[in-house]
């Protein structure tokens, strides 16, 4: 079954430092997300990406976030500087068509930032 | 603000009996629907959805229910089973939004 997926599983940081998500969506999918999820939390959406470009994003994905589909397969979510609070899981997904249609999500980063 | 919640954050049941988790959604635009299940370090996993022109949809042991006219929707998982222990969530979207908002969770417990 094909599947979403993720690297790397954890990664710790330094306050401070830039870090790069990586995700490889379902190979036919069209439709990308970056989510993410605070310990103990409910999923908040960051930020949907179709053709190329941003569809929408949310408060949360401010002007330290970028997210980038370098070649036809990676989808990827830097964070330029990282705070404390950036601790989080982050979920990628994907889906065929819109968020209308059944997402699959990744297995997900740990985020420390330390 | 417009939100997705859940009625309960947690709900112990015992195996073999029947699990309804509820969820409440304000947002009157939503009509697309969807249930996912967590499990401890891994990500969501989706369970089963349903349009906002249906009231029932049915899967391998599970049922989801939407009532719009009071902005409810449950999941009913029947003869529970020790794999189903996990977080669910309900998650809302419309035709033509690029997000899901999800619900805060409730943590399904399975006694033995």
């Known amino acids: 079954e094909p599947e979403v997926t993720q690297t790397p599983s954890h990664q710790v940081t330094q306050m401070g430092q830039e870090v790069i998500l990586r995700c490889v969506p379902i190979?036919?999918?069209?439709?990308f997300y970056w989510y993410r999820q605070i310990l103990g939390q409910k999923v908040e959406f960051l930020v949907s990406?179709?053709?190329?470009?941003?569809?929408?994003k949310s408060e949360i994905f401010d002007d330290q976030f970028s997210v980038e589909r370098p070649d036809g397969s990676n989808f990827t979510l830097k964070i330029r500087s990282t705070k404390l609070e950036d601790s989080a899981m982050y979920f990628c997904?994907?889906?065929?068509?819109?968020?209308?249609?059944?997402?699959?999500f990744g297995q997900g980063t740990r985020l420390t930032v330390v | 603000g417009e939100s997705v919640g859940l009625h309960l954050p947690t709900l112990s049941v015992q195996e073999g009996d029947n699990s309804i988790i509820n969820c409440a959604y304000s947002n009157s635009a939503s009509d697309y629907f969807i249930w996912y299940k967590q499990e401890s370090g891994k990500g969501p996993q989706f369970i089963i959805d349903?349009?906002?022109?249906?009231d029932k949809r049915q899967g391998q042991r599970v049922t989801v229910l939407l009532n719009k006219t009071v902005k409810h929707l449950s999941l009913q998982i029947a003869a529970t089973q020790p794999g189903d222990s996990a977080v669910y969530f309900c998650a809302e979207t419309q035709t033509g939004d690029y997000k899901l908002s999800f619900g805060a969770g409730t943590t399904v417990t399975v006694r033995a």
């Open positions: 997904a994907s889906s065929l068509k819109g968020s209308d249609t059944e997402a699959f």
């Open positions: 190979s036919n999918h069209l439709y």
């Open positions: 990406f179709y053709n190329n470009e941003i569809s929408e």
């Open positions: 349903i349009r906002s022109n249906m």
